[in-house]
């Protein structure tokens, strides 16, 4: 009993550390939408520009997924992730640097290159290290902590550059990223075996065969395809709004101040938090994961709605409105749980790299979608800060987010349940 609790106690550990790291990315990830107005005025470019160089990491993320995993199933995660750290860590400080808009879209690849191994890198680890029936619940937990860098990245976040000013806040996340590096090398272990505990799942939890092999398994599973496409749907109003544009929307279309706007903002990410635990819980004890996407995209896209076009909304009710957006939302993360359940566990890391990446296409187009779509609302030989654009520019630019929402409803259709358990063996 005394070594089980042992190895209960360093899987915990284990998972901690690597979820903070995860935390650290979406903080590092959401932070270009508190300072939109700043890095315009810095690196003098339109607001389509910006949502480009906010997008690099977007590019090099997604792009990173899938050799992430096929890297993280062949060579394990430990190694992976400090060097991760340490490149997330190089990014920011050359990004905060820097004033060349180029060297600063550098910052962002590179960036986005370190963060790729952190979602993939904790959900492998948590594969690895607890049983099936927790999964889920692991998931939401990871997601949670995440969303607590996303909110740390909102009103925190531009208190600090309010303060400080921007580049110097953006230099003390790097040397935060530096000592997440030396806390993963020192503590994080790949799996049970390699400290002496029992193993949680039987058979290998490591590619053995052609490199390629994981890969060619896991494109050919039609499920894998539907399902990753769904969440992508329903990441894109995320990354586009919450992530980059809600504060300019806010102040402009409810004409609150930068530090109110990023307060509402938050409430997105606390419901995602808190939605992502519980609806993984709900969906291991009735079963399924099918009734609870069904109920979240539903209800993502009416409260979505409601926010961006009904005008002059109590801020109360604004932000009830945007948790529940938030909560509702937190669903899609069950698709890692089903596409999890689709593959062996020696394909995992390729299986949860593939269906993050495409989930992450959606932040990828729809940033700087949205920035183009602002850019066509000025008029011809007007220049118009973000600020000067109307309440209908922004929603004639955002009315793209709930169609994602309606489109992913009916991918969902398609989807078949698992049940909640593993359809594939080793």
């Not at 860590?89 to 180029?102: M, Y």
């Amino acid at each position: 009993m005394k070594t089980v609790t042992k190895c209960q106690l360093l899987a915990w550990l284990t998972w901690i550390v690597a979820a903070t790291f995860y935390s650290y990315e979406f903080f590092i990830r959401i932070s270009p939408a508190v300072m939109v107005n700043e890095l315009i005025h810095a690196f003098n470019v339109s607001a389509a520009m910006l949502g480009v160089l906010s997008a690099f990491y977007y590019y090099a993320y997604a792009s990173m997924q899938i050799p992430v995993g096929m890297l993280l199933d062949r060579y394990g995660v430990r190694r992976l992730l400090t060097f991760a750290a340490i490149t997330v860590t190089l990014g920011s400080l050359l990004f905060a640097t820097t004033k060349q808009l180029w060297v600063a879209e550098l910052g962002r690849i590179l960036m986005g290159i370190g963060s790729a191994f952190s979602f993939v890198g904790c959900l492998k680890l948590a594969t690895n290290w607890f049983p099936k029936k927790q999964l889920a619940i692991v998931i939401g937990l990871t997601n949670m902590l995440g969303v607590f860098g996303a909110i740390s990245a909102e009103a925190p976040l531009r208190y600090f550059i309010d303060n400080t000013g921007w580049r110097l806040t953006m230099i003390y996340v790097g040397i935060i990223g530096a000592i997440l590096a030396l806390l993963i090398r020192l503590i994080v272990r790949d799996d049970p075996p390699s400290i002496g505990c029992k193993p949680i799942i039987k058979g290998n939890v490591t590619a053995q065969g052609p490199f390629w092999q994981g890969l060619k398994y896991v494109l050919s599973c039609r499920r894998n395809w539907l399902t990753a496409f769904y969440g992508g749907l329903m990441v894109a109003p995320i990354s586009a709004f919450a992530e980059l544009w809600s504060i300019p929307f806010f102040t402009t279309v409810d004409h609150l101040s930068n530090l109110q706007a990023a307060g509402l903002t938050s409430m997105v990410f606390i419901g995602i938090a808190v939605g992502g635990p519980i609806n993984g819980w709900i969906s291991g004890i009735i079963q399924r994961r099918k009734p609870m996407m069904v109920i979240g995209t539903v209800g993502a896209l009416i409260t979505l709605s409601i926010i961006l076009f009904i005008t002059n909304i109590n801020y109360m009710l604004l932000a009830i409105l945007l948790f529940a957006f938030g909560f509702f939302t937190s669903n899609m993360l069950l698709i890692f749980a089903l596409n999890t359940e689709c593959n062996p566990a020696w394909t995992s890391g390729v299986a949860i790299g593939f269906t993050n990446m495409v989930v992450m296409i959606g932040g990828t187009i729809f940033q700087p979608f949205t920035g183009w779509l602002l850019d066509l609302a000025t008029r011809p030989g007007l220049h118009q800060t973000i600020s000067q654009l109307s309440a209908n520019a922004y929603q004639h630019a955002l009315i793209t987010l709930p169609l994602c929402q309606i489109a992913a409803l009916i991918i969902l259709y398609f989807i078949r349940e698992t049940f909640c358990q593993q359809q594939q063996q080793q």
